[in-house]
Each structure stands twice: as structure tokens, then as C-alpha cells.
């Protein structure tokens, strides 16, 4: 299996001093003044989407449940001179995510722009997943994301000021068989994108989805040995990078989207359209002789 940039670690995830070094396509200043919500901004995409669009000039505003990773990351985005805020939030609570938009309108006194990022799950049967676990998934996938999507829209609407919204999703239209509560949250992510990019478009909103494939980051090392073989089965056989999902954001949201709406962007190697993905491993029952 090939890694992103010949990385001797295949599930290596950039540091914070490297992605501060990273070439990007964009100028300088593209989002000066502008606010942007980035939800779970401290795991591995949301600080590489964090740092890009705070290079980038935007004032970053991250959320997440651990205190201490958020102050790490302000820590480490004042380093390099980005305005930036935190808030402890968690995006399954709609009056903390109602709280939350307040205090960054009150704060910053505007937002331009919502990446719904938040997000998790775990591989498992789908026999096997307790109405704990189901509730879990598709309430951080689905709920969180609409409750952030709703909250911010309420406001840009009283306002009458657009918006921008982009959701981090997962590839739709094929079978994700481990992660079956995800496949259901996600898709109704998905579903609700496309609804509201036409429901919202009279009041300037943008609403579109990032379809993002398997990306290199430490924590695929918590599935089953079994399951990686099929990390890098798409057709440029490779993994992403999580700097790879930080400039389709930033696509989605600068003035090159300026005409995109409802669409869901695969950033996924091709997987969606040729590949396998095995959360659990490939059963027995789908091996054939070339296996």
C-alpha cells in the first residue's frame, strides 16, 4: 500500500508544524475577515481544515468535547498568528450548539462560513450494535450536522446575510458493511444537503458535502488487522490526506464555489467508483481465487 508522499508510516497524520508547511493552491488573504465554524476542528481533518483556512486569513472558530485538545489547538493557531476561538461543545446537544452560534456572533460578530466536521463511529456487526452504540453514531452524524446546520441558518436568515455550509460525509450509493449506523447517518446527511441547498438558496445559502475516502491518520490503527487490506482499494491505490479534504474545503467555500450548491464532492482516491472497503475484513463468503 502506497502512502500519501511516500511516508514511510502509511497511517501517518501531518503534525501542526507540517501542515503549516504544506503548498496549497490558494492565496494569501482569500478568507481575511471571515469567520469560519469548524465542529470536531481538533481531530486530524478539522486541524488540517483549521490551519488551512486560518493561513488562509479566516478568524477560526473550533469546537469539540476535549478541552484539552482545543486548547492545544488554539495554542498552536495563535502560534502562527491565526485569530482564533474555542468552545467545548457537544454537537448532540442542540442548546449547547444554539449557545455556541450566539457566543461566536457575540464574539466576532459575524459567521461565514459552518463545516460540519464532527463526527465518529466504530466498526462492529451490524447484529451486534446496541441501541446505545446506533444512537451514538447517527446523533453525532446526523442530528449533530442539522442541528449546526439549522442553528446557523436561523441566523443568517434574520440577518439577511448568505452563508456557506459544507458537510463532512462519506461515500453514498454502496454498501458499508461494519458501519451500518454510519452508512444511515451519513446518507441522511446527504439527503438533507441536497434538500436545503434548494430549500435555502432564496436566502444565499450554500449547502454542499465532502464525500471523503479512506485518509491516513493514526486512527486506523484501531481496526481489526483483517481490515486493512482494503484501506487503499481504490484506483489510485493509495490512502488521503487529511490535507487532501482542507483544500476541497476550501474550494467549497472561496469564490471558486461560488456556483456550487447540493453537490457532494468525492474526495476518495475513485473509491466510489471502483473499490472495497472492509471495516470488520472482506468475509469469506465475497473472497473469490484472486483473493
Not at 514511510?8 to 503549516?20: G, I, M, T
Not at 465542529?39 to 490551519?51: H, L, Y
Not at 459552518?114 to 466498526?123: C, E, K, P, T
Not at 481504490?234 to 476541497?248: F, I, S, T
Amino acid at each position: 500500500m502506497k502512502s500519501p508522499g511516500g511516508a514511510v508510516d502509511p497511517y501517518h497524520s501531518h503534525s501542526f508544524a507540517e501542515l503549516c508547511r504544506l503548498d496549497t493552491a490558494f492565496r494569501d488573504g482569500l478568507f481575511e475577515d471571515q469567520v469560519v465554524l469548524i465542529t470536531g476542528g481538533a481531530g486530524g481533518i478539522g486541524t488540517a481544515m483549521s490551519v488551512l483556512f486560518g493561513r488562509l486569513g479566516a478568524t477560526v472558530v473550533a469546537t469539540g468535547r476535549d478541552p484539552e485538545k482545543l486548547e492545544r489547538l488554539q495554542s498552536d493557531l495563535a502560534s502562527i498568528d491565526v485569530p482564533v476561538h474555542t468552545f467545548v461543545m457537544t454537537v448532540r446537544e442542540p442548546e449547547e450548539v444554539e449557545e455556541t452560534i450566539d457566543s461566536i456572533w457575540d464574539r466576532c460578530g459575524r459567521l461565514d462560513h459552518v463545516i460540519n466536521n464532527a463526527g465518529g463511529q466504530f466498526s462492529a456487526a451490524a447484529v451486534d450494535i446496541t441501541p446505545k452504540g446506533w444512537n451514538a453514531v447517527v446523533e453525532t452524524n446526523l442530528y449533530g450536522t442539522w442541528y449546526t446546520m439549522q442553528s446557523a441558518a436561523r441566523r443568517w436568515i434574520d440577518a439577511d446575510q448568505p452563508g456557506n455550509i459544507i458537510n463532512i460525509s462519506t461515500i453514498q450509493g454502496r454498501a458499508s458493511v461494519g458501519i451500518v449506523h454510519t452508512a444511515a447517518a451519513r446518507a441522511g446527511g446527504v439527503a438533507i444537503t441536497r434538500s436545503l441547498a434548494v430549500e435555502w438558496a432564496p436566502h444565499g445559502i450554500r449547502v454542499n458535502s465532502i464525500a471523503v475516502g479512506v485518509i491516513a491518520s493514526e486512527g486506523l490503527l484501531n481496526y481489526p488487522p483483517e481490515a486493512k487490506g482494503s484501506f487503499g482499494h481504490n484506483p489510485m491505490r493509495h490512502l488521503g490526506d487529511v490535507w487532501d479534504v482542507a483544500q476541497g474545503a476550501v474550494y467549497l467555500a472561496g469564490p471558486t464555489g461560488n456556483f456550487v450548491t447540493g453537490t457532494h464532492l468525492e474526495i476518495t482516491g475513485g473509491e466510489h467508483v471502483w473499490g472495497e472497503y472492509w471495516p470488520l475484513g472482506k468475509p469469506a463468503y465475497f473472497r473469490t481465487e484472486s483473493d
